[in-house]
């Protein structure tokens, strides 16, 4: 799970079209010292966030199933225990959960010190009113549950956004609050700075004021409200200690006592209060040149990747981030920060002609669709890697995810200008669920958005024609930056660097069919992208079985489970140049794959051979898919 599909950023983004604007939902656990979920039950809607607010003693919230109430459901989400000994006053840690679909969800407290869960200390998300899965039934069901309740074993969170909110110089005094804390591995500590110019640097216990060897900082955040809405995130990747202080040297606000730490030991000789100690008696403080380093700065929500020098003026980043899944109002203007790392503007005239032919405008709209996957893909990455929550990854790839994601943004708007120039409708909204569990499944989804990108623009390039001819160059230009995108991240994964995906001719309508039927988070597209001419609703494409050369690992076969149909069915693979082979499917849905073919491609059940890539969709019986033809080391995913 990430911080962005839970982060104000993703979710304040979904608006614009919206009659049902995502909502923030808040439910308190255990609040005046009662075993109890306030309120117990709560109807969502997709999109919606759903925060759980700690207090007294010492809960957890653990997914479970109807059947099964006080067990974690395999897969199912988990805040990690939280300790508060207040009951009135809310934890500094949160847990936050996003909505995907309206089935019930069912939750419950995992201490099993007093069974929390035998003691109605349950809670459900869209139960349904009436019938046999009620939460009544929920909760008597959970009184007779097995004791003790389990808990997933490594106590980790999981399938949520655990968050430490820790206040940097509130009210004016020269602390971190709290300042001593322990905290699980995967939790974000959100930092908040308030007035007046604070920093946020780690260190090591032994030099206290003194910034750590790739360790995270922050710029001086000079501020005049509190709180003011800018905010620093790094993630706790294990159980070690972590020092942190500020930099400013104005009233030396380390040696101050202005020093935090997570996890510190609570006896011997490196708790809190001797790192405090230390800091007392250490030589002025010191902070990078590069910020931010490690985590992400926010000002309100937006990521703010590149500062200038070693203090940070917010009143000069100027990007929204609404931008990132949400249509720009005409005439925005990107930020010299984002234009900066897409290394260039969009241009000051694309040459419109009079007028936008019917078809052009679909095509707009169909190509600012998938882009909006291809910007939505490239952030969440890029922010995981800014964020340092995959490992190993050198700053100079980080970087270049960077300047992509930008590049795609400022290309985008290419549609989205144009559109606009011509009074047509944009498509707004379209949240997409992006499976980023891991860098080389994100990659995976990176060069799918990426290879779709240019196999649709590519396709529409051969349809352009009379009024529309203006559209040929933004599109070539939209086809080169997509192409060079999909060639970087095809060499960073395990294959070989050879084979670099070519430009396919991919039918736009069966592009953009896979993109909302296997992406799009379900209702969250609006009216103008339904309307488009997209193949959402054929059957997905599914690779049973695969046979590969000994030696060499190339793919010689694939079985599909075959579509209904009457007549013979074959397999379109669609390759470079706008061309395509077919082979036979037999009975039993298996296939060879023909000869001279290499790297990714894309292919699709079909009830015609012969067709030219352009025409497929005609005929096609299942959705197209991605397969990798030649795997040298035999590790074909
Ligand atoms: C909170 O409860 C969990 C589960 O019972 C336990 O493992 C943990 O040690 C408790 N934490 C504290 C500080 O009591
Ligand atoms: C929503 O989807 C994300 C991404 O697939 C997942 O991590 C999260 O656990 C899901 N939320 C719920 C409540 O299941
Ligand atoms: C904030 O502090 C830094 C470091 O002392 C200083 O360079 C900068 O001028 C300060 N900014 C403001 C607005 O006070
Ligand atoms: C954050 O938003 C609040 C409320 O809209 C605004 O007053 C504040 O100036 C914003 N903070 C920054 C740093 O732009
Ligand atoms: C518009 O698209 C339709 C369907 O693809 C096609 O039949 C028609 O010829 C196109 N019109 C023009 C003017 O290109
Ligand atoms: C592929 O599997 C999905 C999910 O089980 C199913 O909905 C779809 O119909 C299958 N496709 C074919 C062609 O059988
Ligand atoms: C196959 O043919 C039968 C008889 O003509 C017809 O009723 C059925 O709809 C056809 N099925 C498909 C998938 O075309």
Redesign the pocket.
Known sequence: MTWLQLSSVALTLISAWSTVAATHHEVTVGAGGQLKFIPETLNAQVGDQITYRFFAKNHSVVQSTFAEPCRPQIGGFFSGFVVNPSQDDTAPTTFTIHVNDTKPIWVYCGQRNNDHCQNGMVHAINASPEGTNTFSNFKSAASNAQRPSLTPSDGLPVGGVRKLHVDVGSNGNLVFDPSNVAELPRTVIEFSFNP??HSIVQSSFDAPCQPLDGGFSTP?V?TQQAPSGVTFEVVVKDTKPIWFYCA???KTHCQAGMVGSINAANTGDKTFEAFKQLAAKAPASNLPTHQPNVGVLKVNGTAVYNVNG??FDSTKTGWDSSIVTDVPAPGYTYSPYMVAMAGGSVPENYGWTDRLSSNATEYLQAMQLMDHFVVQVLFEGYSKLRQGEWTGIPESIISIFGSMFAQALIQRSTYIESLQHFNKPTINGCRFNIDSSSFDEWLQTSLTATTLSTGAVMDIITQVEGQDHWMIAALATALGSKARMSAVINMMQNHMAASAPREELIPVELALGYVRSKYAVGGTCGPEADSLNSKADLPALNITAKETQSGTGRLTSITVSLPSSNGSRYVAWIGPWGGIKYSDLDADGKTVVPEGLSGHVWIAVTSAKGMRAKEISHSALTAIEKVWVVDPWGHDG
Request: net charge neutral; glycine share 0%; proline share 11%.
């Open positions: 007046a110019n001086f000079p400013q040297t104005a070693v203090v």
